[in-house]
């Protein structure tokens, strides 16, 4: 089974620190994903990479950066956390070849940002 | 680009009565279409999807969808309806090596 694992499911935060959200996918997935879950907004994308030192914009990237060093892991950053970031940010991964889009999920990351 | 609309941000059924989710989507060419389910802080599970084999999809735990071109819909429906089933449920398409979009998403109650 595909496994995308997700480092914090729950963390705390003060305004203004930095802020990282470990992903890591163990199926040798090129694509990776994060997106944002807010009530009545449903899921947002942030930032997205095709491939190892891909990344690309997603609908909502303000305030957002990413790293993707390793095909493995994807790592979604908040330079300088603020309150509206408060959210459940979700990973997700999926294959190249033969895909019909499918995303695999992580089981998420619950930020609050005081 | 493609887009998706959920009918019904939260939708209430007894235990045992028919379970009907909306989904209408739009898309230039022909996408692939996804249910996926969410329990209380967990992440996205896949339900079902189309990909352009047969229109009426079978998935887990019960449910099923059928995908109407000429109405852009892909409407999940269940049977019966169980305890169990009570969770958020989202609606997506892609075009394959597109990301997915999302709709908003639908809360399932069921009600004993």
């Known amino acids: 089974d595909v496994k995308v694992t997700q480092s914090s499911r729950y963390l705390v935060k003060r305004t203004g620190e930095k802020v990282f959200l470990e992903c890591v996918q163990d199926?040798?997935?090129?694509?990776m994903f994060w997106y944002r879950q807010d009530p009545g907004l449903g899921l947002r994308l942030i930032y997205f990479s095709y491939d190892v030192k891909m990344k690309e914009k997603g609908d909502i990237p303000e305030g957002y950066s990413v790293s993707r060093e390793k095909k493995e892991r994807f790592s979604l950053i908040l330079e300088s956390a603020s309150t509206n970031q408060t959210s459940m940010y979700l990973c997700?991964?999926?294959?190249?070849?033969?895909?019909?889009?499918?995303?695999?999920f992580g089981e998420g990351s619950r930020l609050t940002v005081l | 680009a493609q887009s998706v609309t959920q009918l019904g941000s939260h939708v209430s059924v007894s235990e045992g009565a028919l379970v009907l989710l909306r989904c209408n989507y739009s898309?230039?060419?022909?996408?692939?279409l996804f249910w996926y389910v969410q329990y209380p802080n967990q992440g996205l599970q896949l339900l079902l999807k189309?990909?352009?084999?047969?229109?009426l999809v079978k998935g887990i735990n019960g449910f099923e969808a059928e995908f109407k071109k000429s109405e852009t819909s892909f409407h999940l429906t269940k049977p019966s309806a169980h305890m169990s089933d009570a969770a958020e449920y989202f609606c997506a398409v892609s075009l394959g090596n597109t990301p997915l979009v999302f709709g908003k998403g639908t809360r399932l109650s069921v009600i004993a």
């Open positions: 898309s230039s060419v022909p996408p692939y």
């Open positions: 199926m040798d997935h090129e694509n």
């Open positions: 997700a991964s999926r294959p190249t070849s033969g895909s019909t889009g499918e995303l695999f």
């Open positions: 189309y990909t352009s084999a047969a229109t």
